[in-house]
């Protein structure tokens, strides 16, 4: 059985960088794509970046373009999100999602748990 586990989030200053992983167990990440989403209290979870098989098609959502990139190592069994000129609007959960396939992230099969993420002076 696959589980995902998420890393790397915490408390940091606006406009300060953090950097995610998204580490799979039970099961390879190499045959599929993986996502990153976020949920800020309040709001519906939402979809933050995607990235294909090969590494070869990304995508952002336009909030984090420009800011955010999404990277894998598939040797490592690793999806990264690296996140810069973070904002408070930032702030939430993090999830990585294992796609249905090679390209899509959206829905995901398989959810990680979520790791915390506030940008606060």
């Known amino acids: 059985q696959l589980q995902l586990v998420e890393s790397g989030g915490g408390l940091v200053q606006p406009g300060g960088s953090l950097r995610l992983s998204c580490a799979a167990s039970?099961?390879?990440?190499?045959?599929?794509?993986i996502g990153w989403f976020r949920q800020a209290p309040g709001k519906e979870r939402e979809g933050v970046s995607c990235?294909?098989?090969?590494?070869?098609?990304?995508t952002y959502a336009d909030s984090v373009k420009g800011r955010f990139t999404i990277s894998r190592d598939n040797n490592k069994n690793t999806v990264y999100l690296q996140m810069n000129s973070l904002k408070p609007e930032d702030t939430a959960v993090y999830y990585c999602?294992?796609?249905?396939?090679?390209?899509?992230?959206?829905?995901?099969?398989?959810w990680g748990q979520g790791t915390q993420v506030t940008v606060s002076s």
């Open positions: 990235i294909s098989v090969s590494g070869g098609s990304t």
């Open positions: 999602g294992r796609g249905r396939g090679t390209l899509y992230c959206t829905p995901p099969a398989y």
């Open positions: 039970g099961a390879t990440l190499d045959a599929y794509a």
